[in-house]
C-alpha cells in the first residue's frame, strides 16, 4: 500500500488480508491473464492484421510490451493499459490543474503530464463577459484573473504540435477554484465518467474529480449561467469579482465566510479519497457517498478515517459491494 | 586466504555458482512515480523515479526525446564506517554515468519529447555488487513508473578467485583483489548494455566468467518479471471494474 503508513494490529492485519484476498476472488480469470510486464510478448492472432497501439512494439514479428499492464483489445486494436503512469489526455477531458507560471499572453499549468499545459488568455472568458479581441491591457491584467498556485479547472480542447496540451476555460463551469482543497491520486483510478461535475446537495458542497488524478472538494458556488440572456448582467458583483482579496472590507468577508459545517464536510469527503486512492479502488461518486456514510454511521472523527481501523473497514465495506454487484450482475 | 573451500563452499557457505538472495518490493517512496528497493543478500539499494515532467533547465531540452538524470549516491551508514561522502566524488559520477547510460539504451525516450526523467538510487547497506543492485532496483522503479522500455535491464557481478569462477561476490570477496566482471543485459534480446571489469583475466577464462554473469542476469529477470506481474495483478484486482 502506497500513501500512507499504517501501522496495523494483528487483527487488523489479518482483516485487511481477508478482506484484499476476497476482491481478488472476485475479479474475473481474463483480467488476470491479461497482465502482462515489460518485453512480455502479446498472444495475436497472427492471420488478422494486428494494429499495434499504445504501449506495445514490434519484435521480429512478435508483439511485445513495453509497460507493465493490462492488455486491452478492440476489433483490430491491441493495446496495454498502464496502471500507475502519468495521466494519458483526451481531447474533451476535464482537468483540474494548478497554474505554474504567467507567461506571455498564456498560463501555464501542472496536470501530472509529461508538460506543462497551456491555456491561452484567448481560451479563457473574460471577467466582464463580453466576446472580444484580446488587448495589450487585458495581457497586463492576466494576473488578476489568474495567479501563480491557482487551482484551475478546464478541458483540454486539443494537442500542440510539441506533444504538449491547450487547454480550454470558456464556459462558467471551468476557471478559477476556491474555497477548498485539491487532493492529488493516480488517475487511474479516475474513470472517464459522463459526468466529473458533482454537486451534492447534502453537504452543499462541488466536486470535481479531474481525469489528470487531480480531484477538487470545494464548497458549492453557484454557477452563473451566460446563457440565459434575459437575466441582467450584473455589474456590480463583476466589480467586486475584480477586486484582490487583499482589500476586501469587512462585509464581503463575512459574504465569503464558510461555514464549520461545510468545511467538516469538505475534510471528510478528502480524507474518504485519501483512503481510498491508498488501498487503490477506483474513485465513482458512489464509493466516496458510501464510505463518508460508513464514518457518520461509525461516528468517527474527520482525522480518525484516516487511521488503521477506517482503512480496514473500507476495505471490508469495498469487498462487500463488489460482492453484492457480482451477484446482481449473475 | 581461502575464498572457496575443499568441500567447494564459499566464505558465506554459497556454492560458487549460486547467488545470494534477491528481494524486491515496489512502492517504497510514495512521492516517486515510481520507486523500488532491491535486496542482493546483504546490499540493499533504493530507486526513485521522477518523471516524465517538464525539463527543469530549459537549454537542456530535446525536441526529439526525453532527458534522463541519473543520481547515484552512498548513504553515510551503508558501509561499515560511517563516512560522509562527498556529493560529486570520482566514483558515484562514474556510477552516475554507468547508470544512466544502461538505462537509456532500454528506455523509449522518442516517446516522450520534450521531458526529463529522473533516477535517483541511493545504496542503504552496502556489501559487494552495489552497481548490479542499483541496475536493478532502477529497472524496476521504471517499470513501476510506467515509462516505455524496450526490455528489462538486469545486472550481474561475478568474479574469479582461487581458479573458481564465482557469481555475484559479496564485499569481502570483492576485496580479494581478483577480478570482478559487471555484466549489464537486455534478456529478451539477449544484448549486453554493461560489461565493465576490473583487474587481469586470460581470455577462455573471461569468457568463462562473462558468461556466467550473463546466467545470473538471467536469474534475476526471472525473478523481477515476476515480482512485477504480481504487482500488476494486484493493482488491476484493486481496481476493480
Keep these: 500500500m502506497r500513501g500512507m503508513e499504517l501501522s496495523l494490529n494483528h487483527t487488523q492485519k489479518l482483516r485487511l488480508q481477508r478482506a484484499l484476498e476476497s476482491l481478488e476472488s472476485f475479479s474475473s480469470a481474463t483480467n488476470s491473464n491479461a497482465s502482462v510486464t515489460v518485453a512480455d510478448s502479446i498472444p495475436v492472432n497472427q492471420e488478422d492484421g494486428v494494429l499495434k497501439g499504445h504501449g506495445t512494439t514490434d519484435l521480429d514479428g512478435e508483439v511485445v510490451a513495453t509497460v507493465c499492464g493490462v492488455i486491452e483489445r478492440v476489433n483490430k486494436l491491441v ?7 502519468r495521466y494519458k489526455p483526451e481531447v474533451g477531458d476535464i482537468i483540474v490543474g494548478r497554474v505554474l507560471e504567467v507567461a506571455p499572453k498564456r498560463w501555464r499549468l501542472e496536470i501530472n503530464f509529461s508538460q506543462d499545459a497551456v491555456l491561452m488568455l484567448s481560451s479563457m472568458n473574460l471577467p466582464d463577459g463580453i466576446q472580444r479581441r484580446r488587448t495589450a491591457v487585458d495581457e497586463l491584467n492576466m494576473r488578476s484573473i489568474f495567479e501563480e498556485n491557482d487551482v484551475v479547472c478546464a478541458e483540454v480542447r486539443d494537442f500542440m504540435r510539441d506533444g504538449s496540451l491547450q487547454l480550454q476555460a470558456r464556459s462558467q463551469k471551468y476557471g478559477k477554484l476556491e ?8 488517475p487511474y483510478l479516475v474513470k472517464r465518467r459522463k459526468q ?11 466536486l470535481i474529480l479531474g481525469c489528470n488524478g487531480f480531484i477538487w472538494v470545494g464548497e458549492h458556488v453557484e454557477i452563473k449561467d451566460d446563457m440565459i440572456e434575459d437575466e441582467p448582467t450584473p455589474t456590480k458583483p463583476d466589480a467586486k469579482s475584480n477586486k484582490s482579496q487583499i482589500s476586501q472590507s469587512l462585509e464581503e468577508q463575512e459574504q465569503t465566510y464558510t461555514p464549520l459545517e461545510t468545511r467538516e464536510n469538505i475534510c471528510r469527503i478528502a480524507n474518504a479519497i485519501r483512503v481510498l486512492s491508498t488501498l487503490g479502488f477506483s474513485i465513482t ?14 461516528g468517527l472523527d474527520i482525522h480518525e478515517m484516516l487511521g488503521a481501523e477506517f482503512c480496514v473497514l473500507v476495505a471490508e465495506k469495498e469487498a462487500e459491494r463488489r460482492s453484492s454487484s457480482t451477484q446482481k450482475k449473475r | 586466504m581461502e575464498y572457496v573451500s575443499p568441500e567447494g563452499l564459499r566464505l558465506d557457505g554459497r556454492r560458487p555458482m549460486e547467488m545470494r538472495q534477491l528481494r524486491a518490493e515496489l512502492g517504497a517512496v510514495s512521492r516517486a512515480d515510481g520507486s523500488a528497493v532491491f535486496e542482493m543478500g546483504n546490499t540493499k539499494v533504493i530507486a526513485a523515479v521522477y518523471g516524465p515532467r517538464e525539463v527543469q533547465n530549459r537549454s537542456q531540452q530535446m525536441n526529439d526525446k526525453a532527458l534522463i538524470r541519473c543520481e547515484y549516491t552512498m548513504a553515510n551508514f551503508s558501509t561499515g564506517d560511517r563516512l560522509r561522502r562527498p556529493k560529486g566524488d570520482r566514483r558515484s559520477t562514474e556510477i552516475s554515468l554507468v547508470i544512466r547510460q544502461t538505462m537509456e539504451a532500454c528506455i523509449m525516450t522518442h516517446l516522450m519529447p520534450r521531458s526529463q526523467i529522473d533516477i535517483f538510487v541511493q545504496v542503504l547497506q552496502a556489501d559487494g555488487g552495489t552497481r548490479s543492485a542499483c541496475i536493478n532496483a532502477a529497472t524496476l522503479a521504471l517499470a513501476d513508473a510506467g515509462i516505455p522500455m524496450c526490455d528489462l535491464v538486469t545486472s550481474c557481478s561475478a568474479g574469479y578467485l582461487n581458479s573458481t569462477p564465482l557469481l555475484d561476490l559479496n564485499y569481502v570477496e570483492d576485496s580479494a583483489g581478483g577480478p570482478d566482471v559487471t555484466v549489464g543485459i537486455l534478456p529478451k534480446l539477449d544484448k549486453v548494455t554493461l560489461l565493465q571489469m576490473d583487474a587481469k583475466l586470460p581470455m577462455d577464462i573471461f569468457e568463462n566468467v562473462m558468461q556466467l554473469a550473463t546466467e545470473g542476469c538471467k536469474a534475476v529477470a526471472n525473478y523481477i518479471r515476476e515480482v512485477l506481474l504480481e504487482n500488476t495483478k494486484q493493482l488491476e484486482n484493486r481496481r476493480g471494474v
Design chain 1, 79 to 85: 493495446y496495454v493499459r498502464t496502471l500507475r503512469a
Design chain 1, 179 to 186: 474555497k477548498g482543497q485539491m487532493l492529488t491520486i493516480s
Design chain 1, 196 to 206: 466529473h461535475f458533482h454537486h451534492l446537495e447534502q453537504y452543499g458542497i462541488d
Design chain 1, 285 to 298: 461518486l458512489d464509493v466516496i457517498l458510501e464510505i463518508v456514510d460508513l464514518s457518520t454511521k461509525k
